[in-house]
């Protein structure tokens, strides 16, 4: 086994043999999103977010820090193909919004090839991604640990949607177009450096939990959901208070010399919002 894959096994704790087979699909899938935070805080610093295997290992695994959907699904691809899975990057246009006309692609995800059939995995999609792969076949409900998701087909375009209540909600758009390291790059730059992108304007964080759960921050709001219901929603009264949640419910990282972040660092993030939390609400 390669250093690199036994440093990633140890971030996730996992501790079983690995196949290229489904179960060891669904179990990384499942581990990577209750163990590595979706995070943007980068984007806000700011800093550059390299996308280069050595930069991923260090940030997201020697670091214990989080990431957007470049990072997390390049850092899964590359675990993936280490251990034998064919597997491949594509980008997708974000539609959760609604937008009037399909935006840049500005998502990766990954396509996998598994015993003649081809699923998709994601584990960067924040807090409605996917947690387990799903088959690339069409108008089929598919439950993971923590959702319910279906693909609709078009020609050449796949439409990935999540089941909210009792209606379906579109997450993104993709195709099968062979995509190379320059077009990450790309998307990556766009995501961090347009000023109308979301990234840019709001602290955004979620980590998923084992049992079904998962934790979501926006800026000073913090919530903890169980299947689909909020069991507690805090509005953080201070920097300090958000620095010492970011470790202990999203097990950030923030020693690291070159990935780490301070309490000053996060402090002057946070400055640069119009909003400011309200002790006691």
């Known amino acids: 086994m390669s250093p690199f894959l036994t440093a990633y096994f140890t971030r996730l704790n996992w501790n079983d043999v690995a196949g290229v087979n489904i179960e060891t699909l669904r ?27 050595q930069s991923l290992e260090d940030k997201l695994i020697a670091a214990r820090r989080g990431g957007y959907c470049f990072e997390q699904n390049g850092l899964f ?21 609604n937008p009037p006309q399909l935006p840049a692609r500005t998502h990766r995800l990954l396509v996998v090839e598994l015993a003649g059939e081809r699923w998709i995995a994601d584990v960067g999609f924040g807090g409605q991604t996917l947690t387990a792969p ?6 089929k409900e598919q439950t993971t640990p923590h959702g319910v998701y ?19 909600q579109s997450m993104y758009v993709f195709d099968m177009v062979p995509q190379y390291f320059s077009d990450f790059v790309a998307g990556n730059f766009w995501s961090a450096h347009w000023p109308q992108s979301h990234f840019r304007h709001h602290l955004l964080m979620c980590r998923h939990l084992p049992d079904g759960g998962k934790l979501t921050l926006t800026n000073f709001h913090f919530t903890h959901q169980e299947n689909g219901h909020t069991v507690e929603q805090i509005n953080l009264p201070d920097v300090e208070s958000l620095y010492l949640l970011l470790q202990d419910k999203f097990g950030q990282g923030v020693d690291d010399p070159k990935n780490g972040f301070s309490l000053a660092d996060l402090a002057a993030v946070m400055a640069a919002f119009d909003t400011h939390p309200e002790a006691g609400k």
């Open 134 to 139: 799903i088959r690339l076949q069409a108008d």
């Open 77 to 97: 691809e590359r675990a993936l193909r280490e251990i034998g899975f064919n597997v491949r990057s594509v980008l997708g246009r974000v539609i959760l919004s």
């Open 27 to 53: 179990a990384l899938h499942l581990r990577h999103n209750c163990t590595i935070p979706f995070e943007n805080l980068d984007v806000l610093l700011p800093r550059e977010i390299q996308l280069d295997d």
């Open 150 to 168: 279906r693909l609709l087909n078009e020609g050449n375009d796949w439409t990935l949607q999540f089941r909210h209540h009792d209606r379906w």
